[in-house]
């Protein structure tokens, strides 16, 4: 066939399908229309969704930053402390009065169905406040929520250092080493590799292996020679002797 055979065939069955199109939309125009509407509003609603997430994902950050400020909110025990305290941030009077306020924001957010990261700070700082009134059972449940959700993050490092210093208050060194460990061997800087090590040394101190925290200072010591943490383990490399 030659070529001006082919192509005239190509442009002969380009034709026949448009025809056939035409006629299929003629006899069915009102599944075309219908097809086009589904279309339409499929198209209406993955934009409406992402419009929704980006609104959610926004609010779901301001609350938790709200939650964050109240977790840190100055403890104005005198006067002169509400007087110096900022207009429009959150004042206490006490540890115990914030930390309940805490918990109690947080519990709003997460009976509010918020997931993502908003769920895991929110159950983060109510671990925290958990911790700082001393109810150490309900922190580690919270706690421990936030290492299964976020092990990997921030938020997830911050609960795993929270625990293991629960745990080491607690009594339990063994509990709180491999936690201490983690951290000190977590590359990234999410926390600071040396309080995870001290954390370690004090826990190999506790039971009883004075050889291998006696090391671990020394260790900490000579890699962080500028970190704040060089003073608690100079002293207590001083009480090992």
């Given amino acids: 066939m030659k070529r001006e055979e082919r192509h005239q065939a190509k442009r002969n069955d380009l034709a026949t399908l448009l025809d056939e199109v035409t006629h299929f939309a003629g006899r069915n125009v009102r599944k075309v229309v219908l097809l086009g509407t589904v279309v339409l509003v499929v ?3 993955v934009l409406g969704l992402r419009l929704w997430l980006r609104a959610s994902d926004a609010k779901s950050a301001r609350v938790l930053a709200e939650l964050i400020d109240t977790y840190n909110a100055p403890i104005t025990a005198t006067l002169e402390d509400l007087q110096e305290a900022q207009a429009g941030v959150p ?17 709003s957010i997460l009976e509010g169905g918020r997931t993502g990261p908003a769920r895991a700070g929110a159950l ?3 671990g925290m406040a958990q911790s700082d009134l001393k109810l150490y059972d309900e922190a580690e449940v919270s706690l421990n929520e936030v290492l299964g959700r976020d ?3 921030l938020y997830g490092s911050m609960a795993r250092l929270r625990l293991a210093r629960i745990r080491e208050s607690r009594g339990k060194p063994e509990e709180a080493l491999p936690l201490y460990q983690a951290i000190s061997e977590d590359a990234r800087g999410l926390l600071p590799r040396e309080e995870g090590m001290l954390g370690m040394a004090r826990c190999q101190e506790a039971m009883g292996r004075k050889d291998e925290a006696g090391a671990l200072y020394r260790r900490l010591m000579s890699e962080y020679p500028d970190s704040e943490y060089q003073i608690e383990a100079r002293q207590r490399l001083a009480d090992l002797s």
């Fill in 43 to 45: 198209a209406l609603g």
């Fill in 91 to 107: 004042a206490f009077t006490s540890v115990e009065e914030r930390s309940r306020k805490v918990i109690d924001r947080a519990t």
């Fill in 124 to 126: 983060l700082y109510k």
């Fill in 151 to 153: 092990a990997g993050g």
